[in-house]
């Protein structure tokens, strides 16, 4: 199964034509620098998104917080319309419409997210918005809607012509039912610590790509596509949600992880339970990326091909994951 069938490799040269305004961060969160190095900095996500990383990486080692490095980190595939999977240029849903999800969490245990918002670029800040400027942890559609506008965003017409004319052929010859995988889905789930050792993370979609309308998987459920828990690690999810919903995959990572386990043998369990519910039925991918306290990561997945980026003092890399099913 190609699980990057539908992403393009990303390139580092483009990260600093995405700095600016439209990629700074809801809030101006910063921490105090412990080195004149970025130390134990460390940034990680999910797939082979580079630029993403790299803006991370630049929030980090100008003494940023962790918050502000997942946020920055994750707008940079928001905003870019070649990625089909995130933002702006997602796949629409069966009828048409693009909608996005997308929570962040922070060190405090602080969260926040937006399920099934339409018309807005950055689905991630409105989620910090939810977190930071309300007593809820999630807002949904209209109400999420509403609250971006209210807070300031601007409405975007989300659908790209390539988007379009993709949904189109689609529509040719597809049933409308639900099935399984019906395109390679991916998203972006993005984990980082900071000089300061915090951790933080944040994920965001446009879901699976002709979706039945009103369809949210994994991404932005705090405990299921992300979670953080400042005293041991953080992990995030990518593939078919409904998978990793039922296992509550990324808190059951993080708390392998509080039992000792190292990041890459809690990611190896979290597929293995997922495994296990399926009775050996496997035409669907999971992929799991965690990060613990230590800065030591991991990564596993059903079906090979999934890889995560890195950024920390030893460089930028793509590092492809370990899979229960070999090529």
């Given amino acids: 199964m190609d699980r990057r069938k539908f992403i393009r490799n990303s ?43 790299a803006k991370a990486w630049e929030v980090l080692d100008q003494n940023g917080s962790a918050l502000n490095a997942v946020e920055q980190g994750v707008m940079v595939e928001e905003a870019d319309p070649e990625n089909q999977t995130v933002g702006y240029g997602g796949r629409p849903d069966r009828d048409g419409i693009v909608s996005l999800d997308a929570c962040i969490m922070d060190s405090k245990g602080r969260c926040g997210s937006v399920m099934g918002l339409e018309g807005i670029v950055h689905p991630v800040c409105v989620a910090r918005k939810v977190m930071e400027d309300t ?24 659908l790209t012509e390539k988007s379009k004319k993709q949904w189109l052929e689609w529509q040719e010859t597809s049933r409308y039912e639900p099935v399984i995988n019906i395109e390679n889905h991916d998203t972006i789930g993005m984990l980082a610590r900071d000089k ?8 965001t979609t446009s879901g699976m790509a002709y979706k039945m309308r009103g369809r949210v998987g994994d991404s932005p459920v705090i405990g299921a596509g992300l979670y953080i828990d400042n005293e041991v690690g953080g992990a995030t999810a990518t593939g078919v949600g409904e998978e990793v919903i039922r296992t509550v995959g990324s808190f059951l990572i993080v708390e392998l992880m509080r039992q000792g386990m190292s990041p890459q043998k809690a990611c190896e369990e979290g597929v293995a339970r997922i495994i296990a519910k399926n009775n050996g039925k496997l035409d669907f991918q999971i992929g799991f990326l965690a990060l613990n306290k230590k800065g030591e990561t991991g990564a596993y997945c059903i079906h090979p091909g999934f890889s995560y980026r890195k950024y920390d003092t030893q460089g930028h890399r793509n590092i ?8």
């Avoid at 300061?196 to 994920?203: E, H, K, R, S, T």
Wanted: charged share 15%; aromatic share 6%; glycine share 14%.
């Fill in 135 to 158: 007593p809820h942890v999630i807002l949904v559609g209209a109400g999420a809607r509403q609250f971006a506008l209210d807070s300031g965003f601007e409405l975007k017409d989300l």
């Fill in 320 to 327: 492809p994951s370990e899979s229960y099913l070999k090529s």
């Fill in 196 to 203: 300061n050792g915090n951790l933080a993370g944040a994920c």
């Fill in 11 to 53: 390139s580092l040269g483009s990260a600093g034509l995405l700095s600016g305004s439209s990629l700074m961060s809801c809030e101006g969160e910063t921490t105090k620098p412990v080195a004149a190095s970025s130390g134990g900095a460390i940034a990680v996500c999910t797939w082979d998104f580079g630029n993403a990383t």
